[in-house]
């Protein structure tokens, strides 16, 4: 499994981007999809997940309210629409798949993308 996340780039404080994160194979409706960040300096840590239908999303306190997780069963995709960016966004954004039927910890995702920089600007 494959995931390659791209997206992200230099934004003024108060704008949007929005992260596309495609992933090989067959099985992309069986994994639940994740995003992550890690700032310099700082440990990785839970932005958002959808489960395998996308019935049911998770956010972090910090993002929740701007950032919306969504994902696309027939193009294996998950994305990551995020608005009223802050200064503190700043950071790699990972991708990440897990078997687990609803994922909110780093630890239970079993596939990784290589990550894609967003900087916002003050």
């Known amino acids: 499994v494959q995931l390659q996340a791209c997206g992200g780039g230099l934004v003024q404080a108060g704008g949007s981007l929005r992260l596309s994160c495609a992933v090989s194979g067959r099985t992309f409706s069986t994994y639940c999809m994740g995003w992550f960040r890690q700032a310099p300096g700082k440990e990785r840590e839970f932005v958002a997940a959808?489960?395998?239908?996308?019935?049911?999303?998770y956010y972090s306190d910090s993002v929740k309210g701007r950032f919306t997780i969504s994902r696309n069963n027939y193009k294996n995709t998950v994305y990551l629409q995020m608005n009223s960016l802050k200064p503190e966004d700043t950071a790699v954004y990972y991708c990440?798949?897990?078997?687990?039927?609803?994922?909110?910890?780093?630890?239970?995702?079993?596939?990784w993308g290589q990550g894609t920089h967003v900087t916002v600007s003050s």
């Open positions: 959808i489960r395998r239908s996308g019935g049911s999303t």
């Open positions: 990440a798949a897990a078997w687990e039927t609803a994922a909110v910890v780093a630890s239970e995702y079993d596939y």
